[in-house]
């Protein structure tokens, strides 16, 4: 997955944020060690010390541990993964359902297109 950044965000953010989707996605697998910081911020051309940044917030959210031999690995907790996963999609609905509502979308409205888009 190519580093695609927005502008008028924190880079940070969007580094926490890529980087847990490769996570959740199974991108990097359950137990993988994850690259370097150093090489993670050569790949996503940002400032190593910003790389840190959200790799230590990753470390916090328990998304990362650090293994004093091994570096960062993903996380084995998979409950860790399924509430992260799980907590990412309802924000993605309820952007969705949202923006319908704008468009005068009733919720029955909104399930019907939901199931006819699978």
């Known amino acids: 997955m190519a580093w695609h950044f927005e502008n008028g965000r924190p880079i940070y953010t ?5 980087i847990e989707q490769k996570i959740i996605s199974g991108e990097y ?3 993988q060690k994850l690259p370097s910081v150093r ?4 790949e996503a051309a940002v400032n190593p010390n910003t790389m840190q940044r959200a790799m230590a917030e990753l470390e916090q959210r328990g998304l990362v541990v650090t293994n ?11 409950q860790i ?8 999609a309802l924000e993605c609905t ?3 359902v ?6 005068g ?10 199931e006819k888009g699978e």
């Open 39 to 42: 090489e993670l911020a050569m």
């Open 14 to 18: 969007q580094l926490l944020e890529q």
């Open 68 to 78: 004093r031999t091994a570096g960062r690995i993903v996380t084995e907790n998979q």
């Open 98 to 103: 949202t923006q319908m509502k704008e468009m």
């Open 81 to 88: 993964l399924a509430d992260i996963k799980e907590e990412r």
């Open 94 to 96: 309820r952007i969705y």
């Open 29 to 31: 697998s359950v137990g």
């Open 105 to 114: 979308f009733e919720k029955k409205e909104i399930v019907a297109l939901i």
